[in-house]
């Protein structure tokens, strides 16, 4: 069973920065995503990355503010986050999938995180 723990998450005012860590046990390199999900709202995607790193992926409103990293040494993935808006208030998740794309579906992933609460306030 692989596990995957996310941390990083917090408090933050508006235009503030976070940056979230995720790592995956065991000696498999993953494809990872970030997604996250707000109070009465469905999961989203955020941003994904290839296993090897080459490839990622973001949501609109994350382009130019997210930027999804990993570190393949450590197994881990980051998600630094920007200028941080209230919208952006959410419980995100990491996750990971066998194959090697950085994929948008959170149905494409195997393994998932508990989550860590983000807090963005106005």
């Known amino acids: 069973q692989v596990h995957v723990v996310e941390s990083g998450g917090g408090l933050v005012q508006a235009g503030g920065s976070l940056r979230l860590s995720c790592a995956a046990s065991?000696?498999?390199?993953?494809?990872m995503g970030w997604f996250r999900q707000a109070p009465g709202k469905e999961r989203e995607f955020v941003a994904a990355?290839?296993?090897?790193?080459?490839?990622?992926n973001y949501k609109d409103s994350a382009k130019g503010r997210f930027t999804i990293s990993r570190d393949n040494a450590l197994n881990t993935v980051y998600l630094q986050m920007n200028n941080l808006k209230p919208e952006d208030t959410a419980v995100y998740y990491c996750a990971a999938r066998r194959g090697i794309g950085a994929l948008t579906s959170e149905y494409a992933y195997d393994y998932w995180g508990q989550g860590t609460q983000v807090t963005v306030s106005s």
């Open positions: 990355i290839s296993r090897s790193g080459g490839s990622t």
């Open positions: 065991g000696r498999s390199t993953y494809a």
